[in-house]
C-alpha cells in the first residue's frame, strides 16, 4: 500500500506538469492579453508593465521562470520582503538561511495581491462551503437512496426521487435567491449575504470562532449548493444498492437465516457505496476549490470566482494557480478514493 | 392550517437553536455597543428586537460591486472602486465637485498660472497631517523625533514620481505622462533624473507644476488621483518606519490623509473607512459627519436582496427589479436615477464594404430609435445620445443649448438617404450584407436585437449579429478584422469633452486606432483619417474662453456623428439606484466616486 501511494503521489507530479504545460500553452494562445483595455495603453505603460511581470520574455523563459517560482525551494540570507513579487507560501528559517518556497507569483488585476494571498485568505473559505455542502449531500443523499431502494415502488421510493429529481433540476441560481428572499429578507432570520470566518484560520482553513456568528451565514449556502449533490448522490446510491440486493452473496447471507438488518448493513451497504465513493472523489475536488455560482449569489468571498474572472482577465498567474491547485485537490482525492476501494471491497489490491 | 402549524413548530425550533446560541449572540451585541450594559440586557431578551444603533455611531453600508477592490494605492488605481476609496483616504492638489463637474480647491488652497498657461503654482495647506487606524482609532502618523507628519510638497512630489516610475508599472501614469513636462520621457525610463520631470517642490507648501499644453484641463489632471501625496516612509522605510512596498495599502499599514482613512480590508469582502477627525474640513471637503462607511463587494442581486433586509443604506437596482421598485409605493420613493458620464454607442469601419458609404452610415444612424430602446429595453432612464461627449463634461454640448445638434430618430429621412445609394449602386436594402459585432453579453444582445429589428423595420436592411469574448473583441476591433460595425462604451477619465471626442475618436485614439504612429493612417476601429477634424478637436482643446471651447467641440461633433457620421451615439448612461430615506447624500455624476463626506444620517 506505502509503494502503491508514493507511486501515486510521483504521477500527480507529472499529471501537474502536463497540465501546467497545457493551461500555460493554451492560455498564450488564446488573443487577448492581461493588459488589453478599452482604451488602449500607450506603448511605454506597456512596456512597464510586462517587464514589471516578464512578459517580454519568450514564453519558455516565462514558462521556465514560472515553474522555477513554484516548484524550487529558493534559498537566502535575507528575510522574506514585503514586495508582491517576493511572496512565498513556505517561509522556512533554519539557522542564517531562509527557505522559500512556492512563489504563484502576483495577480496583475489585483495589483495589490498575489495568488499565494488568494490561497491563504479566499481558499479556505470555500474549503469551509464546500465541506459543508458535501456533508449536507451526504446526509440527505445516502439515507433517501437507501430508503428508496429498499422501498422500491413505494411511496417513499417515489418521494425520495421527485425530491432527488427536484434537487438536479433546480440550480443554486434558482433556489439561492429563493432562500434568501424568504430568511433573510422576508422572516429576517439569517443574514442574506456573507461569511462569518476571515483571516487567519485555524490550521490554515478552519474559522477562528466557531459560533452563531459564524453558523448564521453557513445554514443556507451549503444547502443550496448540497442539495444538488445530494439528489446525484441519492440516484447512484438507489441504483447501486438494487443492483447488490439482488447479488447471489446476498441471497446466501439470506438463507444462512441472517438477519434483514445485518444482510443490510453488513454485506449490502458496504459493497454498494463503490460508485458512491467514486463520484465523491471529483465532487469533493469541485467543492471545496470554490463555487462561482453559490459564492457569487450569497455574497460568499471565495475562490470560485477567480476560476472564472481570471481567464477572463487574462490574469495569465491566477489562472495557473487556480488550475494547478484544481489539479492537486483531484489527484488527491482520487487517491483516497482508490484507498478506500480496498477498505469496501476487499477483493481490491494494489500491491 | 396544517402548514400554518408546521411554520409555526418550525419557528419554535429555530427560536430553540437560536436560544442555545444566545450566549454568543450577547457577545456580538456588546461588541456594537460597548458602553450599554443595561441595554445588551435587553437585547439578550428579544434577539430580534430593535436594532440598538441609535445610541451608537452613524454607519453606512454601501456596495461596491463583485470581486475584490483591484487595489487602494493611488497610483495603480484605474477603476472606480479602486478610486472611490482613494478619494475618500486622501485628496489631490485640486478636487472635481462630484455634482458640479467645477474644478475646486483640495489640497491646494489656491494657484496661480504663469502667463504662457505652463506653469502652476500650488499653495498647499499647512494644516493636514497624515492619519493611520491603529487597531482602536484614529491617530496622527509621528516622525522619527515624534512631531506629527505634515502633508507637504515633498509628499506630493514623491507621490507623483512614483506614480510615474517604471518600476511601479502604472497604467494611468500615461495621464501624467501625456500632461507634464518631462514626464514621457522619465516614464519610458529614457531618463532617470527625477528633476528633469516637471514637478518642483518651492517649499513645504508649495508645488510648481510644469505642463506640455496651456491645456484647460490641467488643474484637473494635478488634482487626479496618480498625482496624491503618497508616503515615502512607510513605503521605501526611513529610520523609524518599516518599509511596507507594495503592502502599504494593506490593514494596519495603510496611512492617507483624506476625511476617511482605512480602518479594515478584508479581501474579496468588504472595506471599512472610518472617520479622520484630523481632517481639517474645507468648504468643498468638510469634515466627515456619518463615522464608518462599508463598502460590500456584491453582486447587484444579492447587494438588493441586503437593501431590502435593511442592511445596506444605497444600492443599483438590478435590470430584472427596475418594474416592482417602480411600482412599489416605498421603494418607488427611495429610487433616483442619476446621469453618470458615459456614452454607449456603435462605431462604423468607414473602410469597410457598404459603410464606406456616408449615407449608409448616417441612415443607419438615424434608424435608431433610440427612445423606443430605452423605454422598452434598457428601462433605466437613460437618455437618447445625439453625439459623443456627454453633457455635463466641461465643453460639452447641452441639449438645451444645441436641441438640433447630431443625430435623432428619423426614421423617413434614413430611408431617404439609404434609397439614394441603392439606386446609385442598383441594389435593394436586402442584398447589402452588413454584420455588427458585439462584446458576449446578453445586456448587448439585448440592445444590438432591438437595433437589428428597427433597421430591419425602417430600412429593410438585415443585418447579422456576432459577438465575441471581450478580449478577443478588443483585438478584433482594434485590427483589420474590424467588422462594420461594433459596440463600445466610454466613461470620463476627467470630466472633460477632450477626454471623450479627441482622445477616442482622433487619429491613436482608442476608437481609432493607430498601431504604426509613423504612416499616420488608423488601423481599425472608426478607420477615420479627417484632418478638419483633427484640426478642431486640438483648437477646442487649446480654448480657454469656456463659451467659445463648447462652440468648437460642438462643431467637432457635428463632423463626428453627421458628417462623417463614424459613430452612432445610442444612449448615454444613467445610473439607477435606491437610498433609504434616512440617508442624506449628493449624487456624483463621476463615475461611482461619491462625495461621502458630504453626507449625513438622520434617523
Not at chain 1, 491563504?120 to 428508496?148: E, W, Y
Request: one cysteine or more.
Amino acid at each position: 500500500m506505502g509503494r502503491y501511494i508514493a507511486r501515486r503521489l510521483i504521477y500527480l507530479f507529472v499529471v501537474l506538469f502536463v497540465v501546467s504545460v497545457i493551461t500555460f500553452g493554451l492560455m498564450h494562445a488564446v488573443p487577448g492579453g492581461p493588459f488589453d483595455r478599452e482604451k488602449k495603453l500607450p506603448k511605454e505603460i506597456m512596456e512597464n508593465l510586462n517587464k514589471r511581470y516578464h512578459l517580454d520574455e519568450p514564453l519558455v523563459m516565462q514558462y521556465g521562470r514560472y515553474m522555477y517560482d513554484v516548484m524550487i525551494p529558493h534559498f537566502s540570507i535575507k528575510a522574506p520582503t514585503s514586495s508582491l513579487l517576493d511572496d512565498h507560501l513556505f517561509n522556512v528559517k533554519v539557522g542564517p538561511i531562509w527557505i522559500k518556497w512556492m512563489n504563484f507569483g502576483p495577480s496583475y488585476s489585483s495589483r495589490s495581491r498575489t495568488v499565494n494571498d488568494i490561497f491563504r485568505d479566499q481558499l479556505p473559505i470555500s474549503m469551509q462551503l464546500g465541506l459543508m455542502a458535501l456533508f449536507v449531500a451526504l446526509v440527505i443523499g445516502l439515507p433517501l437512496g437507501i430508503l428508496a431502494a429498499l422501498k422500491q415502488n413505494t411511496i417513499f421510493d417515489y418521494l425520495g426521487m421527485s425530491v432527488a429529481i427536484f434537487g438536479v433540476s433546480v440550480p443554486v441560481i434558482v433556489l439561492g435567491p429563493i432562500l434568501i428572499y424568504i430568511f433573510g429578507v422576508s422572516l429576517k432570520l439569517l443574514p442574506p449575504t456573507g461569511w462569518g470566518a476571515k483571516p487567519p484560520y485555524v490550521l490554515g482553513f478552519l474559522p477562528a470562532k466557531l459560533d452563531w456568528n459564524f453558523w448564521k451565514y453557513a445554514i443556507m449556502p451549503p444547502i443550496a449548493l448540497g442539495l444538488g449533490s445530494s439528489a446525484i448522490i441519492a440516484r447512484l446510491t438507489r441504483a447501486s444498492l438494487l443492483q447488490v440486493i439482488r447479488e447471489d452473496y446476498i441471497r446466501t447471507a439470506r438463507a444462512k437465516g441472517l438477519q434483514e438488518r445485518l444482510v443490510i448493513t453488513r454485506h449490502a451497504l458496504k459493497n454498494s457505496l463503490i460508485p458512491v465513493v467514486t463520484i465523491l472523489g471529483p465532487m469533493f475536488a469541485a467543492l471545496v476549490t470554490g463555487t462561482f455560482v453559490t459564492e457569487l449569489t450569497f455574497g460568499i468571498p471565495g475562490m470560485g470566482k477567480y476560476f472564472v474572472t481570471s481567464i477572463t482577465n487574462r490574469d495569465y498567474p491566477v489562472i495557473m494557480g487556480t488550475i494547478l491547485l484544481y489539479v492537486v485537490f483531484l489527484v488527491i482525492a482520487n487517491l483516497v478514493v482508490d484507498i478506500l476501494y480496498a477498505y469496501l471491497d476487499p477483493r481490491i489490491r494494489y500491491d | 392550517m396544517r402548514k400554518l402549524y408546521l411554520a409555526i413548530s418550525l419557528l419554535v425550533l429555530a427560536s430553540m437553536v437560536l436560544a442555545a446560541c444566545q450566549p454568543q449572540a450577547v457577545e456580538v451585541v456588546k461588541t456594537v455597543v460597548v458602553e450599554k450594559e443595561g441595554e445588551t440586557v435587553v437585547i439578550t431578551a428579544t434577539p430580534e428586537a430593535a436594532p440598538a444603533e441609535e445610541a451608537g455611531p452613524k454607519t453606512l453600508r454601501l456596495n461596491l460591486g463583485p470581486g475584490d477592490v483591484p487595489t487602494i494605492d493611488p497610483a495603480l488605481a484605474t477603476d472606480t472602486s479602486s478610486t472611490q476609496i482613494n478619494i475618500l483616504t486622501m485628496v489631490g492638489l485640486t478636487r472635481q465637485d462630484e455634482v458640479t463637474t467645477e474644478t475646486k480647491p483640495g489640497m491646494a488652497k489656491e494657484w496661480t498660472i504663469s502667463e504662457d498657461g505652463l506653469t502652476y503654482t500650488f499653495k498647499l495647506r499647512d494644516d493636514v497631517t497624515w492619519v493611520k487606524y491603529d487597531g482602536t482609532q484614529v491617530v496622527q502618523v509621528t516622525d522619527c523625533e515624534g512631531n506629527p507628519r505634515k502633508v507637504t510638497a515633498n509628499d506630493f512630489k514623491y507621490g507623483i514620481l512614483r506614480t510615474l516610475a517604471p518600476a511601479t508599472a502604472s497604467d494611468y501614469a500615461y495621464v501624467l505622462a501625456f500632461a507634464l513636462k518631462g514626464a514621457a520621457d522619465y516614464n519610458a525610463g529614457k531618463t532617470e533624473d527625477p528633476e528633469t520631470v516637471g514637478v518642483k517642490v518651492i517649499d513645504d507648501y508649495t508645488l510648481e507644476l510644469t505642463f506640455n499644453e496651456p491645456a484647460a484641463y490641467n488643474a484637473q489632471i494635478a488634482g487626479m488621483w496618480v498625482a496624491y501625496a503618497q508616503p515615502s516612509w512607510l513605503i521605501d522605510g526611513d529610520d523609524c518606519t518599516e518599509a511596507r512596498g507594495d503592502r502599504w495599502t494593506e490593514t494596519g499599514f495603510f496611512q492617507g490623509y483624506g476625511p476617511y482613512t482605512l480602518k479594515e480590508w478584508v479581501h474579496d469582502s468588504y472595506i471599512t473607512l472610518i472617520k479622520n477627525p484630523f481632517w481639517p474640513g474645507t468648504e468643498d471637503i468638510p469634515q466627515a459627519k456619518i463615522d464608518e462607511v462599508t463598502f460590500t463587494m456584491l453582486d447587484e442581486v444579492p447587494a438588493f436582496a441586503e437593501y431590502e433586509a435593511g442592511n445596506m443604506d444605497a444600492t443599483g437596482v438590478p435590470l430584472a427589479d427596475i418594474d416592482r421598485v417602480k411600482a412599489d409605493p416605498t421603494l418607488s420613493a427611495e429610487l433616483e436615477i442619476a446621469p453618470v458620464q458615459c456614452t454607449y454607442y456603435y462605431g462604423f469601419n468607414t473602410k469597410a464594404p457598404v459603410v464606406d458609404d456616408v449615407r449608409v452610415r448616417l441612415a443607419l444612424s438615424k434608424a435608431i430609435d433610440r427612445q423606443g430602446l430605452i423605454d422598452n429595453v434598457l428601462k433605466g432612464g437613460q437618455e437618447p445620445a445625439q453625439w459623443f461627449s456627454r453633457p455635463g463634461l466641461a465643453g460639452a454640448p447641452t441639449i438645451d443649448k444645441f436641441p438640433d445638434l447630431g443625430v435623432k430618430y428619423d426614421p423617413e429621412g434614413a430611408k431617404a438617404l439609404l434609397d439614394e445609394y441603392l439606386k446609385e449602386k442598383n441594389l435593394t436594402a436586402d442584398q447589402l450584407d452588413l454584420t455588427l459585432m458585439f462584446n458576449t453579453s446578453s445586456g448587448h444582445q439585448k440592445i444590438a436585437e432591438a437595433i437589428q429589428q428597427m433597421w430591419k423595420d425602417n430600412l429593410g436592411v438585415n443585418v447579422k449579429l456576432v459577438n465575441q469574448e471581450w478580449k478577443v473583441y478588443l483585438k478584433t476591433i482594434k485590427g483589420k478584422d474590424t467588422p462594420q460595425i461594433w459596440r463600445l462604451g466610454w466613461c470620463q477619465d476627467y470630466p472633460d469633452a477632450n477626454n471623450f471626442i479627441r482622445e477616442v475618436f482622433s487619429l491613436g485614439g482608442s476608437g481609432n486606432p493607430d498601431e504604426d504612429p509613423k504612416d499616420g493612417v488608423p488601423d481599425g476601429g472608426i478607420n477615420l483619417l479627417d484632418e478638419a477634424f483633427e484640426a478642431k478637436v486640438r483648437e477646442a482643446a487649446r480654448e480657454l474662453d469656456p463659451a467659445k471651447r463648447v462652440q468648437l467641440y460642438a462643431e467637432a461633433e457635428d463632423m463626428l456623428v453627421v458628417k462623417n457620421a463614424a459613430i452612432a451615439p445610442i444612449y448615454w448612461y444613467t445610473r439607477v439606484t435606491v437610498t433609504k430615506p434616512y440617508v442624506q447624500r449628493t449624487f456624483s455624476v463621476l463615475g461611482g466616486q461619491e462625495a461621502i463626506y458630504k453626507w449625513d444620517i438622520k434617523k
